[in-house]
């Protein structure tokens, strides 16, 4: 496996290579970024009902209306 290496810059979340570098489609890239210290990343439990009885409370009802109603 060959390897080139680019520099870009992120700007708006988006990695910016220069002008005149062009990629193939579904090409397997490699992001390396100096001098940045990665920020931690906090997983909580997801929500658990306290008494899973009471689920019955939480049901939906769903109501189709036509679709010119409030037109």
């Known amino acids: 496996?060959?390897?080139i290496t680019y520099e870009g810059t992120v700007e708006n979340g988006q990695i910016r290579?220069?002008?005149n570098v062009r990629l193939p489609e579904k090409a397997?890239?490699?992001v390396v970024?100096?001098?940045?210290?990665?920020?931690?990343v906090i997983?909580?439990?997801a929500p658990r009902l306290?008494?899973?009885?009471?689920s019955?409370?939480?049901r939906k009802e769903v109501i189709m209306e036509p679709s010119?109603?409030?037109l």
């Open 33 to 40: 970024v100096p001098g940045v210290e990665p920020r931690p």
């Open 28 to 30: 397997r890239v490699y």
């Open 56 to 58: 019955a409370d939480f």
């Open 17 to 19: 290579l220069p002008g």
């Open 68 to 70: 010119d109603a409030g």
């Open 50 to 54: 306290a008494h899973p009885e009471q």
């Open 1 to 3: 496996m060959s390897v």
């Open 43 to 45: 997983h909580g439990p």
